[in-house]
């Protein structure tokens, strides 16, 4: 079972969203395409959480993005469980600690320069595209 212990953030925030990932459309990108619910505990006005068990799902995300909007403050993290384990995340205004939880890096490389998407700039840039092209295959 995946706990968020705590969550502190310190950085301005337009969105600031958790979901509970299920699937990928990734023909959309953005939110929209990880499929999951958004957890309500999380959202743009929060500054700090403390024990947040989550659903079981094959894969968490956290996004927030920066108020102004700078591409290179947005925060992301993609996680998934790892029991025995401690994620520890201080980064972009957002410090968070979860148990039973490892990160799962990905970047631009992850996603397919074949796909007729990748041609646009808003597609092989959004990060939330690019974790739903690295987890396609394995959901």
Known sequence: MITIRTLKVSAPFSYLWLKHVTGVNLAVHC??????????????????????????APYHYLCGV????????NFHLAFREKEGSLLTVHRNGIYIEIENAEEVKFSMADADPNDPHYRSKNYRTCRNWQFAFKISKLL
């Open 31 to 56: 939110a929209h395409c990880l499929l999951g619910e958004y957890d309500p505990r999380i959202k743009a006005n929060l500054t700090e959480a403390e024990n947040i068990t989550l659903p079981n």
């Open 66 to 73: 920066s108020r102004p909007y700078v591409w290179s403050r």
